[in-house]
């Protein structure tokens, strides 16, 4: 691209550059404004301090090396002491805690006596309050091991639960 194309483009476009221009000024003013009115900024300032001391040490934060030989033994101290402490929980001492066997869990059993699947017209689930007769599309969404079954709409009242709408629909 030579000098007489660019000067053809900037004869052609000139008169937008000024406006392309205020364009991108408004824009980086809109966008710091953005930034400086954001109450995420406004939360978390950055602070700068100066922790500088008159000391000669040279050491950083203004440490000199008789603070850092106390502190440093201001910490071991209370290390010494919290060693002395009996430990509050076996597994802090280093020993492990056993899992018990998957056959010494107890199986969780239904509050209530569940019928067989085959003759049993009522489903409810263990996390819900509602049961349902088998013939409503809200059985399909209950997992088979939530499953409770039940011969009668009273034996399902009587575990306390409540029938729903499709149950009620069905008038029972």
Request: hydrophobic share 40%; proline share 8%; glycine share 8%.
């Given at each position: 691209?030579?000098?007489?194309?660019?000067r053809?483009?900037?004869h052609q476009?000139?008169r937008?550059?000024?406006?392309?221009t205020?364009a991108?000024?408004?824009?980086t003013?809109?966008?710091?404004?953005?930034r400086?009115t954001?109450?995420?900024y406004?939360?978390?300032?950055?602070v700068?301090?100066?922790c500088r001391?008159?000391?000669?040490s040279g050491?950083p934060?203004?440490?000199d090396a008789?603070?850092l030989q106390?502190?440093?033994?201001?910490?071991?101290?209370?290390?010494a002491e919290?060693?002395?402490?009996?430990?509050?929980?076996?597994?802090v001492?280093g020993?492990?805690?056993?899992k018990?066997?998957?056959?010494?869990?107890?199986?969780?059993t239904p509050?209530v006596?569940?019928?067989e699947?085959a003759?049993?017209p009522?489903?409810?689930?263990?996390n819900s309050?509602l049961?349902?007769?088998?013939?409503?599309p809200?059985?399909?969404?209950i997992?088979?091991?939530?499953?409770?079954?039940?011969?009668t709409?009273?034996?399902a009242r009587?575990?306390?639960?409540m029938?729903s709408q499709?149950?009620?629909?069905?008038?029972?």
């Amino acid at each position: 691209m030579d000098i007489s194309t660019l000067r053809l483009l900037w004869h052609q476009y000139g008169r937008h550059a000024g406006a392309a221009t205020a364009a991108i000024l408004l824009f980086t003013a809109g966008w710091q404004a953005g930034r400086t009115t954001s109450p995420y900024y406004a939360a978390h300032p950055i602070v700068f301090e100066d922790c500088r001391t008159a000391d000669t040490s040279g050491a950083p934060g203004g440490g000199d090396a008789a603070s850092l030989q106390a502190l440093k033994n201001k910490v071991e101290a209370v290390a010494a002491e919290n060693d002395a402490l009996p430990a509050p929980h076996a597994a802090v001492a280093g020993t492990q805690t056993e899992k018990p066997s998957p056959a010494e869990i107890p199986k969780k059993t239904p509050s209530v006596d569940a019928g067989e699947p085959a003759n049993a017209p009522f489903v409810a689930s263990r996390n819900s309050s509602l049961f349902h007769h088998i013939s409503c599309p809200s059985v399909g969404r209950i997992k088979e091991e939530n499953k409770i079954f039940f011969t009668t709409a009273e034996q399902a009242r009587g575990a306390g639960l409540m029938p729903s709408q499709c149950t009620q629909k069905l008038g029972y």
